[in-house]
């Protein structure tokens, strides 16, 4: 920690930079997909950047972790966490880091009050702070046996799973899609409109979407690019509504 400014006499609200490091060790048999790592702060931290990681629900920095109960992290480039048994045991493959920088307040101790993972299929309730490392805690996740799936309970006779391959699909997960419509120009009896759909999460693809609407004035569309329609055909225009154009 380091004593940055404004100074001021009030300890608690004195500003103090800070470096950390989250690491993440597999040390089980199943592959953690697609995790996010929960931890709940304390002292009004405020992140400015980060390495080896992203804020799930992304987030811009800085982030004050005071505007939520638990700050969500997810790997990043790669949001897999695979076990040593899948990697010939190479430290660099099955623990992953995440760095961080930002600013606290007050001369307490910097740790965070919780670490937990986001799936409930592991129990993270036991968190020990070491004597001898004031500045150093750690998290014991078990498999809920009671939550645990039946594919990745401890009796499975598979005792490893591989890691994922690349055509696999990754399970649907809630992300932060944007969707815009624009007029450009508009003219007697027509317009130039322009729509955008931007997938904004750093970890999640759209696959296969399809993006629909209702107008309010009965339009058509007589010329489009960059995508296609999913009905075609001249007998809406020229009995519907839009034959009247």
């Known amino acids: 920690m380091t004593k ?50 992203v804020l799930t629900e992304d987030y811009f920095l800085p982030y004050n972790t005071s505007e939520a109960p638990f700050v969500s992290f997810s790997g990043y480039p ?22 961080l920088k930002g600013t606290m307040f007050g001369w307490v101790n910097p740790l965070p009050k919780k670490m937990v993972l986001g799936d409930p ?4 309730s036991n968190m020990s702070l070491y004597g001898t490392f004031p500045n150093f805690t750690s998290t014991c996740c078990l498999p809920n046996s009671n939550n645990l799936p039946e594919e990745d309970s401890i009796s499975n006779e598979k005792m490893y799973d591989p890691l994922i391959s690349p055509s696999d699909y990754r399970p649907r997960n809630t992300g932060n899609i944007t969707i815009s419509y624009d007029v450009l120009l508009t003219y007697l009896g027509s317009y130039l409109a ?46 519907g509504p839009q034959g009247k154009y």
């Not at 897999?80 to 493959?93: C, F, N, S």
């Open 121 to 124: 299929h592991w129990d993270c």
């Open 194 to 239: 322009q729509v955008t759909i931007e997938n904004k999460d750093m970890l999640m693809r759209l696959d296969g979407w399809q993006l629909s609407w209702k107008w309010k004035r009965s339009e058509f569309i007589y010329q489009i690019k960059g995508a296609y329609t999913t009905v075609t055909g001249s007998s809406e225009c020229l009995f």
């Open 4 to 53: 940055i400014r404004p100074f001021t006499t009030d300890k608690s609200v004195q500003p103090f930079g800070f470096g950390a490091t989250a690491a993440l060790e597999n040390a089980y048999t199943i592959t953690l997909r697609n995790y996010t790592l929960l931890i709940t702060y304390q002292h009004k931290e405020i992140l400015v950047s980060m390495n080896g990681g």
């Open 78 to 99: 790669d949001a897999d966490l695979p076990t040593p048994i899948a990697t010939g045991g190479d430290l660099k493959k099955f623990v992953h880091n995440i760095t």
